[in-house]
Every structure is written in C-alpha cells, then in structure tokens.
C-alpha cells in the first residue's frame, strides 16, 4: 500500500472516528434526558405512593369507625329482636282473651254494671232479685276483667313499642352514620384505585426511560470500543506513514550528501586543472617574458595571478 493510500484511509478513518463521536454524544445526551425524565417521574412516583397511603389509611379507618357502628347497630338489633318476640307473644295472648270476650263493647259492659249498681243501690228489690242482679254484675264483670287483662297486655306493647322505638331510632342513627361512612370509604377505596393505576402509568413510563437509559449507555460503550479501534487503526498508519517519511528523508538526505560529495569532487577536479592550466599558461607567459617578448594583458594577469599563487604557498 503506497503512502497516498495510507493517507487516504487515515482521512477516512478520522471521518468515521467523527461520525462515531457525533453518534456517541447524542447518546449520552438522551441517556441524560432519560434519566432527568426517569427520576422526575420516581419522585411523582414516590409523591403518588405517599397519597396513596394517606387515602388507605383514611379508608382504613373510617372502616374501623364503620365496623364499631355495624356492632352497635346490631347490638341493638339484638336487643329488638325478643321485644318484638315479646309483643307477638302478647299480641298471641290478647287473642285468645278476644276469643273469650264477648261480642260487646267494653264501655257497653260497664255502661250495664253501672246501670245495675244503680238499681240496686236505689231500688227496693226483694232478695231473690237482687242475688240475680248481683250475679249478673259478677258476669258482667268477669267479661269486663277479660277486657281489663287485654288494656293491661296492650300497656305492655305500648311499652315495649316504645322501647323498641328508641332501640329503632338508635339502631337507625347507626345504619345511617355508618351507610355514609361506608359511602365516603367506597369513594376514598375507588380514589386510592385511580392513584394506583396511575402510579402503574408512571412507574411503567419511568422503567421504559430507564430501559432506554441503560440501551443507549450500552450504545455508548460499543460505539466507544469501535472508536477505539478505528483510533488503532489509525495510529497505527500513522506510525506507518511516518516511518516510512522517515525513510524517505533519510534516502533524500543520503542522495543530497552524494550528489554534494559528486558536485564538490567535480569542483575541486575543475579547479586543479584550471590551477594546472593557469600554472602551465603561466610558465608560458614567464617563458616569453624571460625572451623579451611581449605579453598580452590576459597572459599578464595570468602571470602576476601565478605569482599570487606562488607566495600564497610560500607563506603556508
């Protein structure tokens, strides 16, 4: 793979490495949604639950106060059931004194004893008549105390009437105490439903975000290790690509020195025969000057330069 490639694939490594980031900052910001949300929804949870208690225990004990008038209620209940025996008892026996009644009004009965007492109180009677008359007031008596013995049972259920009404009226009192305070602990039972329902709505929603919470933590850790390895991947061809610049500065370096070691030999070589040719056209102008004959200028400067040459070397 050339090093332009490597390049290439390092660039498109980084953009992946990018991509991925983006994806696991998004991440991370939803999770922090989900769990801002979740834990807004726990503490209406926990506010919802509190209510909840509050209601149970205002249901739970409006149900003691019911159960305490239910008890009450029959207890008297019990106590109205032998009155009520009893005045059947009694209306049983003033039937049967009934049967024994004659078919005459009780006032009419008296009415006849009175008018009896008076005719033997004011009339002379001889004995035989007046031992009738005395017999029929005795009869007429008997009858009348059969209707006395009847008042006397009806007194009774007039008192066991009454009694029973007071019983009925507390009785009553309780029944209707307790039949709304059943009714308020029906609509406190039907309200604590309603908030355990919604308490359900709110725990099921706050379990989805932290489902999706915990989905998009674990997002982040696979996104984190494919990062981490794209990084590698990266670094490493980087590290490649680097050594192999490395390489080719030293090869540019080393080619340099050589190209520099040729240049300077090709110098120096170019000044040692110029110096030979000057020293050789030198020896040539003096040749001529030691006949007497005329030099050129450049074979003058060539001259006096083969001098400066000479003294240089003499003074080293």
Do not use: C
Not at 111 to 139: A, H, M, P, S
Not at 245 to 260: D, H, P, Q
């Amino acid at each position: 793979m050339s090093t332009q490639d490597k390049l290439n694939q390092i660039t498109n490594l980084r953009s992946q490495i990018m991509v991925l980031k983006d994806q696991v900052n998004k991440a991370d910001v939803e999770s922090k949604k989900h769990v801002e949300k979740r834990d807004q929804l726990n503490q209406q949870t926990k506010k919802i639950n509190l209510e909840i208690n509050e209601i149970k225990n205002q249901r739970d004990e409006i149900n003691k106060k019911v159960q305490a008038l239910k008890q009450q209620r029959d207890t008297l209940r019990v106590k109205i059931k032998p009155i009520i025996d009893e005045i059947q008892a009694i209306n049983e026996k003033k039937e049967e004194l009934r049967k024994k009644s004659p078919n005459i009004r009780r006032k009419d009965i008296q009415k006849e004893i009175d008018k009896i007492d008076w005719k033997i109180q004011t009339e002379t009677l001889d004995l035989q008549e007046e031992k009738r008359l005395v017999g029929e007031v005795k009869l007429l008596e008997t009858q009348l105390h059969g209707y006395k013995k009847i008042e006397k049972e009806n007194k009774k259920i007039a008192g066991h009437l009454q009694e029973k009404k007071v019983l009925d009226v507390q009785a009553e009192s309780f029944h209707k105490e307790l039949s709304e305070l059943a009714k308020r602990s029906q609509e406190l039972h039907e309200k604590m439903l309603a908030k355990i329902t919604e308490v359900k709505t709110v725990k099921e929603e706050a379990d989805t975000l932290h489902k999706g919470f915990i989905e998009n933590k674990e997002k982040s850790k696979e996104l984190l290790v494919e990062i981490a390895v794209l990084t590698g991947q990266m670094l490493g061809l980087q590290n490649n690509v680097r050594e192999q610049n490395k390489e080719i500065r030293a090869k540019e370096k080393a080619l340099r020195l050589k190209e520099k070691e040729e240049t300077d030999i090709q110098r120096n070589k170019r000044l040692v025969d110029e110096q030979a040719l000057k020293t050789k056209l030198g020896a040539q102008a003096k040749e001529k000057l030691d006949k007497g004959e005329k030099l050129s200028w450049n074979e003058f400067q060539l001259l006096a330069s083969v001098d400066e040459s000479e003294d240089a070397d003499t003074q080293k």
